[in-house]
């Protein structure tokens, strides 16, 4: 039984093929098209995971959407009718994009399959559609390694869900609880992110990484007048604050008054009002999640909890959940955003609808996220050498010991092995990695490498056997989705006047024998390396430890700000020429910067939207 997952047509389409209960692949559009955050129907995504699976398209039995258009233009059409005569800009606006295309999406969709992969399929009988919550529950719960297991999803909006409590047990999955739109944790956060002067739908994460510059002083303020939170965690939003029911923005006049002004306008000077606000929206989602988790270990008696959605991607918030011990176990979804809806929808269908029994694996069933293209590498040579590459192929042993020795001379290394991450995390398929014990690797890779704001922090791999002694974790963090703080034994302490620094000037003050990992309150977000699911980047850090005592790297992203993570070979070069990265490594591959054609230079500073 072959089943494709999409989402699209919002943001981050992606498609997922399940081969009887297993998941065969799965890649966000944006790979492909070299567009952020691609929202077009999953064209390339597609074909990859037939041809991945080696399947023809009429070999699908089912396509599954991951959400319901019909119910999400029923909220809009009530939403509007429960605040008019206002909101009317916004219901006009939205309404003829919704006429042409949302609102017929199933013909879209057919139309879509018929035109790219054959019109000889009968679509229309193979066409399901999943809920956006459900999408999100069947994805966290169907691929964890729990038997039975609480489901908490988290994010802006799906049809009217925002937050859903479900239970799974074996190969069954039901929703018990919901908080319905407007009220929302994720659009709260949204909306801080849009006030702070950062983009909605992608700028929530550089709102948490700029938190710990600030002080949670308004975090009491967002209690009093934004949001009301229960014991249980269940909340509720004052709608006056906002205008995301009735206008083309996140906040209104009301909201700037309560906050003693305007919002920062997009890449204006942040201010230390600016981090007071990150660290104080982060500070009352912490509260919320906890007391979710809390209730629901009350409501439940179960001893496991998935987590999945988009505000499942706050590694700080899932850290502390984490610390707070109240369940003995708990998985995180690492595509937990909209892409992974596509994954969640095809299993949904697959076990729900179809009662295919599901495979637990011990680890989880999403084979350590690396679900995307790989190359061979004779492809690997024909690909570089027609993008005019200067390069050596290398023994495996040579390899590694080539890439170790480069990242101990402080060198900044692109990393394109095996196949490609599914979700917004790179975890050593493509990634940018260096030297953590550097004092100046994280300024220079923010400011050379990624073309991006300076206070953003980089996180750590580390060889999993070794995590304890340099991180406050004792568990599995495999996809970079925990949050915890850098061993006492590594810490340094601040003198008394670099205690006295505020906001961007605490950045330059080493915290630990690993500085170029450590944020700014001591923390860093962990990514467990182990051997079953990447030898090859274990073996570096291996490598890398021997030569000097450190199973630490810098992990990164492998792209620029704006540009969606490198999946062919051509995108790696492209970025190596593009950037101050010294090293690149592909397959067994090796280039050096000085070794190529200056004239294949890029501009890749200006090359991409800002995000």
């Not at 309560?258 to 201010?271: H, I, N, Q």
């Not at 990992?517 to 090859?536: C, E, G, L």
């Amino acid at each position: 039984m072959h089943i494709l997952g999409i989402s699209a047509y919002y943001h981050d389409s992606a498609a997922c093929l399940v081969r009887d209960g297993e998941i065969v692949a799965a890649a966000q559009e944006e790979r492909f098209t070299r567009k952020k955050h691609d929202a077009g129907f999953p064209e390339h995504a597609i074909a990859y995971c037939l041809n991945e699976a080696g399947l023809s398209a009429s070999g699908i039995d089912y396509v599954v959407f991951y959400d319901k258009p019909f119910v999400k233009f029923e909220r809009l059409l009530e939403t509007y009718l429960a605040f008019a005569p206002r909101g009317f800009q916004s219901f006009v606006t939205s309404l003829p994009v919704w006429l042409k295309d949302k609102l017929f999406q199933k013909r879209v969709i057919t139309d879509a399959l018929a035109e790219h992969f054959g019109k000889d399929v009968n679509w229309t009988e193979r066409l399901l559609f999943s809920e956006h919550h459900l999408s999100h529950a069947a994805s966290a719960f169907f691929p964890s390694p729990f038997e039975d297991a609480a489901v908490l999803t988290m994010d802006g909006v799906g049809e009217w869900t925002t937050t859903s409590l479900a239970v799974g047990q074996g190969n069954q999955l039901s929703v018990h609880k919901e908080i319905k739109f407007p009220h929302s944790l994720g659009l709260l956060y949204s909306a801080i992110t849009y006030y702070t002067g950062f983009k909605v739908n992608s700028g929530e994460y550089k709102v948490m990484g700029l938190a710990p510059y600030g002080v949670p002083k308004y975090a009491n303020l967002i209690k009093d007048h934004l949001i009301d939170i229960k014991e249980d965690g269940s909340f509720h939003l004052d709608m006056s604050y906002f205008n995301y029911c009735t206008g083309l923005t996140m906040t209104n006049e009301r909201f700037d008054k309560l906050f003693g002004g305007p919002r920062r306008e997009s890449e204006g000077l942040l201010t230390q009002r600016e981090m007071d606000l990150a660290a104080s929206v982060q500070a009352v989602t912490e509260e919320v999640v906890i007391k979710l988790a809390r209730g629901i270990r009350k409501s439940t008696g179960l001893k496991n909890l998935c987590l999945a959605g988009g505000v499942a991607l706050n590694c700080v918030a899932n850290g502390k959940l984490l610390r707070e011990n109240i369940f003995d176990n708990l998985w995180i979804q690492p595509a937990a955003g909209d892409a992974g809806g596509a994954l969640g929808a095809a299993l949904a269908a697959c076990h729900l609808m179809l009662n295919q029994p599901r495979i637990i694996n011990p680890s989880d069933g999403m084979k350590g996220s690396y679900l995307g293209p790989e190359y061979s590498q004779a492809d690997i040579e024909q690909r570089l050498k027609a993008a005019g590459a200067v390069f050596i192929t290398v023994s495996d042993e040579e390899l590694i010991d080539i890439t170790a020795q480069g990242l101990a001379q402080g060198k900044a290394v692109g990393w394109h092995q095996g196949r490609m991450e599914f979700g917004p995390r790179a975890l050593g398929g493509r990634s940018i990695i260096a030297d953590p014990r550097s004092e100046v690797v994280q300024k220079q890779l923010n400011l050379k490498v990624k073309y991006r704001e300076s206070f953003r922090p980089f996180a750590p791999s580390v060889l999993r056997e070794d995590v304890s002694e340099w991180f406050d974790l004792e568990t599995d963090s495999p996809y970079m989705l925990l949050v915890a703080d850098v061993a006492k034994s590594k810490q340094l302490r601040m003198t008394p006047e670099q205690e006295k620094l505020f906001g961007i000037d605490k950045l330059n003050v080493p915290r630990s024998t690993i500085p170029a990992i450590t944020h700014v309150d001591y923390s860093a977000r962990v990514q467990t390396v182990h051997q079953h699911t990447n030898p090859r980047y274990f073996a570096l850090l291996s490598r890398f430890k021997a030569l000097t005592g450190c199973p630490v790297l810098v992990n990164t992203s492998f792209n620029v700000r704006g540009e969606p993570i490198v999946c062919t070979p051509e995108d790696s070069f492209n970025c190596l020429m593009g950037t101050e990265i010294e090293l690149l490594v592909v397959g067994n591959a090796v280039m050096r910067k000085e070794d190529q054609d200056p004239a294949l230079i890029k501009d890749y500073k200006n090359a991409y939207e800002l995000d």
